[in-house]
């Protein structure tokens, strides 16, 4: 069974980069038909997607963060990324990793992390 | 962007009884819809894809139906375990976009 988990600061400052990973425990995160993505939740609110990196490397972000954000694969790791820069309270948020998969012309996000929650303040 | 909106935010619903659920888009996603449960402190759940199918292991009382703009998650009968927050999801477009949710409630 396929599981991810998150890891990173819990507190960041506001203007600095937040960074987080997620660590897949088995199988290739560089094969397979999938995307890797971050999605986010700020307490009592709804959920955002923040981006995704495919298999092969390539990637998409949301518009409304787009210039901030990065995402990366370290496949020797099965590890894939997050970098948020010049963060602020604005991205308080729990931040979950997840996988989204494919299944007769349909996506899903199937697998979920646990989720970790970042707090910007000084 | 497509916009994704749920109502009621709250529905408040007795053990046993059913719980109808509305999502509603900006533009149409044809099928491309999904439904997550999440409960306090969790990560969200799938449980419907492609508007109407159900994930593994999902129960049979829960039910996906529309397509296009309008979409409906049926729970037949409440049981304890399915009060929670419920977010639909499309996956129409590449920029992946989530509804505010609906909260069910115990009434």
């Known amino acids: 069974q396929v599981q991810l988990q998150e890891s990173g600061p819990g507190l960041v400052k506001p203007s600095q980069t937040l960074s987080l990973t997620c660590t897949v425990s088995s199988g290739s995160i560089s094969s397979g038909n999938y995307y890797w993505s971050w999605i986010r939740q700020p307490a009592g609110k709804g959920l955002e997607w923040i981006g995704r990196i495919y298999t092969s490397g390539s990637t998409n972000y949301n518009p409304s963060l787009n210039s901030r954000v990065t995402i990366s694969l370290d496949t020797s790791k099965k590890q894939f990324s997050l970098k948020l820069s010049s963060v602020t309270a604005a991205d308080t948020a729990v931040y979950y990793c997840?996988?989204?998969?494919?299944?007769?012309?349909?996506?899903?996000?199937?697998?979920w992390g646990r989720g970790t929650l970042v707090t910007v303040s000084s | 962007e497509i916009v994704m909106t749920q109502s009621p935010a709250t529905l408040s619903v007795s053990p046993g009884e059913r719980a109808t659920l509305s999502c509603r888009a900006s533009q149409s996603v044809s099928s491309d819809l999904a439904w997550y449960q999440q409960k306090p402190g969790q990560a969200p759940r799938l449980l419907i894809y492609?508007?109407?199918t159900r994930a593994t292991g999902i129960p049979a009382r829960f039910s996906g139906s529309g397509s296009g703009t309008q979409f409906t998650l049926t729970i037949s009968s409440l049981q304890s375990e399915d009060f929670a927050v419920y977010y639909c999801q499309q996956y129409n477009t590449w920029l992946r976009t989530f509804g505010q949710g609906t909260k069910v409630e115990i009434k």
């Open positions: 492609g508007a109407s």
């Open positions: 997840a996988r989204e998969a494919p299944s007769t012309g349909n996506w899903y996000f199937d697998l």
